[in-house]
């Protein structure tokens, strides 16, 4: 009985956030329509403060990033994975060298 009452009543059932966002943003757009509700994410993460000076903030960074490379397609994903392999390549280099140098302290 409680889902048909919440049926009947949607004023009565508990509120996503998202749908805060759709309404106060997207007044007389279509709520159930997919376009809409991914430009409502799309607002979301544009309108989010985080602090990128902490850890959190900058895997929060990444992880955005991760995000909006999988969503792209074509020539701006080739380019988002040129980007993660320069600085794969880069990590790797400086880990070469400081093993190097490393194993060079040790045992020279």
């Known amino acids: 009985m409680a889902s048909a009452r919440a049926a009947d009543f949607p004023d009565d059932r508990p509120r996503d956030p998202s749908e805060d966002r759709l309404d106060d943003e997207l007044i007389g757009l279509d709520p159930d329509d997919p376009e809409t509700r991914a430009f409502a994410d799309h607002l979301g993460r544009m309108q989010r403060v985080q602090p990128n000076f902490t850890v959190e903030g900058s895997l929060a960074g990444v992880s955005d990033f991760a995000d909006s490379a999988n ?16 600085m794969l390549l880069g990590v790797g280099v400086s880990v070469w060298y400081y093993l190097g140098d490393l194993l060079a302290v040790l045992f020279g």
């Open 71 to 86: 969503r792209a397609g074509g020539l701006r994903r080739l380019i988002a994975v040129v980007v993660v392999g320069l």
